[in-house]
């Protein structure tokens, strides 16, 4: 989405650009995320690119929460319409990239030992691009199939009578679970840390709704823009607990049943920030998830007791409880019983060994700087930006780095966008490099560099909003912590919490001051 609409952009400004990409298609997390029952959680009309009225007029959507194939043929269709394919080289991976001082030009490295030079490097790398394994022993000595979620295969799966794992119950697996506990002989779901998540509640979009959709794009994208994350969906004015329970009952209800993130982003807006506020909502879906398991010792697994609901990624779901009254499925808690190892047959637990024909791994990415820490970086004197970041990421407005001039990285850690509708962000953060590359240019500057003091103040902005909140105190992929990836234990943060419009507002700020904050030359 990012790497697409840069190309777009700078194209129009008349430079000469090279995008590198692994995939051997564009679509990105659309390309390589096949498995059965990926899909937005975004409605789909609020996730296209707002920047063509001609494409939002020729392409329709067939559902309110468009499935992965949709999604890949809608960018397959952008990159023709705009011709983006001819500067794109596929099945190309960025190993290393290293800042030339002398001559101030980036010398990139690629898997297949090829190099070029660039001025600027703009990284589009994604978010949630780097798939994660677990961190167990014996993952090679399956016999069996087994495929990370993100790494589906391109021919379809069947799962027919078949005895299948899935390790992961995140929003990935979810979606995944609902879906192959249709046909599979026997499902095993690993879990280790249940979610709270919350009906989907999607549909197709019938002719008239088309209609409406295409003939009110512009009041849809401004609805996105004033609200904190980029959704259709924006926090109630209300607090929780200054209306009567009986109320706070009906508006839980009512947005259980309504479609889409109004349960995480349009709730009460003191849910993310205050304890007592945030055990309604949290008791309310405990609840919900009770009613729907009819096996109460099963349901107790499902419910989350150590954070609070919204803290995490929240999953949207479609009848995903209700798999586990089915007698095909079992629940396994990984806490109670963790894993020892894979074995050539299956999984062997602390109390059990059990037999597979395959194993999913829905074990989700290296979230956000994982893409970042799979590439070479290094900067000015040759400073890694791994060690940059050991302590968690330092950035100026997410988009670039002290030490690293030149180099741009949208939707970048303490961007807007990590906690976004991502492409209403990545729009911005397009425009907004753009505009700084066009300001280059019009002034005769060669390289651009944040400030120490610059980069300092934004890193702790981002601190300041992110301790006000309760997903602070949680690990998960928005803290930094991955039991799975090596160094990841301790608690950061990586997302920018103060909304989108907020951050808009400050990157416009710096533009029109003449990008304070960051030093040409
Ligand atoms: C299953 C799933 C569902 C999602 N649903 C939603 C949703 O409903 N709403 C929402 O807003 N967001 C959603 N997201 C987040 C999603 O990642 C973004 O919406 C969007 O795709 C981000 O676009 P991007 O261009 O920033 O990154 P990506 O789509 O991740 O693209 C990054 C590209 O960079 C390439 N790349 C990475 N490293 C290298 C390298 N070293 N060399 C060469 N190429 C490289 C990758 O191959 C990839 O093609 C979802 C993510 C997943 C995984």
């Known amino acids: 989405m990012a790497g697409l609409y840069q190309l777009y952009r700078l194209r129009e400004l008349g430079l000469s650009v090279r995008v590198f990409e692994s995939g051997a298609g564009v679509g990105g997390t659309w390309y390589w995320n096949r498995y059965p029952g990926a899909r937005f959680d975004s409605e789909s009309y609020s996730y296209g690119y707002s920047f063509s009225e001609e494409l939002l007029q020729e392409w329709a959507w067939s559902e309110h929460f468009s499935a992965q194939p949709e999604t890949l043929r809608y960018l397959n269709v952008v990159a023709d319409k705009f ?10 991976r960025v190993t290393a990239a290293s800042y ?41 000595s399956f016999q069996g199939d087994s495929f990370h979620t993100s790494r589906w295969p391109h021919e379809p799966v069947d799962f027919t009578g078949k005895r299948i794992a899935v390790i992961g119950t995140g929003a990935t697996g979810v979606q995944v679970i609902q879906e192959v506990a249709k046909t599979a002989g026997h499902l095993t779901v690993f ?11 999607n549909g197709p979009i019938d002719d008239d709704t088309q209609r409406q959709i295409k003939a009110s794009y512009p009041e849809i994208f401004d609805k996105c823009r004033a609200s904190h994350g980029g959704f259709l969906h924006n926090a109630d004015p209300r607090y929780a607990l200054e209306v009567s329970p009986e109320e706070r009952e009906a508006f839980y209800e009512k947005l259980y049943g309504e479609p889409g ?11 993310f920030v205050d304890p007592e506020a945030n055990e309604t909502i949290s008791a309310f879906i405990r609840n919900k998830i009770r009613e729907r398991v009819k096996d109460p010792a099963v349901a107790e697994k499902l419910v989350p007791t150590d954070h609070g609901f919204g803290t995490r990624r929240v999953p949207l779901e479609t009848h995903y409880y209700e798999v586990y009254n089915q007698d095909n499925v079992f629940l396994v808690d990984v806490r109670e019983t963790p894993i020892e190892r ?26 956000v700087t994982g893409a970042f820490d799979r590439i070479d970086i290094r900067g000015v004197g040759g400073q890694k930006l791994k060690d940059k970041w050991a302590d968690g990421p330092r950035t100026c407005l997410g988009l670039q780095i002290e030490g690293f001039p030149n180099l741009l990285t949208l939707v970048g850690p303490h961007n807007a966008a990590t906690f976004c509708n991502i492409p209403r962000c990545i729009e911005q953060n397009v425009e907004w490099v753009t505009g700084l590359i066009r300001y280059m240019r019009d002034h005769g500057y060669k390289r651009v560099e944040p400030t120490v003091e610059a980069e300092d103040a934004w890193t702790e902005h981002v ?25 990841k234990q301790k608690r950061t943060f990586l997302l920018y919490s103060g909304g989108a419009p907020a951050y808009r507002e400050k990157c416009d700020e710096v533009a029109a001051n003449g990008y304070e904050g960051f030093v040409f030359h």
């Open 342 to 367: 894979i074995t050539p047959t299956g999984i062997r637990t602390s109390d059990a060994e059990y037999a597979f024909d395959l194993i999913i791994y829905a074990t989700g990415f290296d979230a």
């Open 463 to 487: 601190y300041e909003i992110a301790t006000r909140m309760l997903f602070y105190q949680v690990d998960s992929w928005f803290t930094g912590v991955n039991p799975n990836v090596p160094g």
């Open 100 to 140: 030339d001082e002398d001559a101030n030009r980036w010398e990139i490295e690629l898997e297949d030992g090829s190099r070029a030079c660039a001025s600027l490097l703009i990284t589009a790398i994604g978010i949630l691009s780097a798939p994660q394994m677990p961190n167990v022993e014996g993952i090679d």
């Open 191 to 201: 879990q280790r840390t249940p979610n709270y998540c919350a009906p989907l509640q």
């Open 83 to 92: 011709d983006l394919r001819q500067d794109i080289e596929f099945n190309r």
């Open 261 to 271: 993130f109004g349960i995480w982003m349009g709730n009460f807006r003191d849910i």
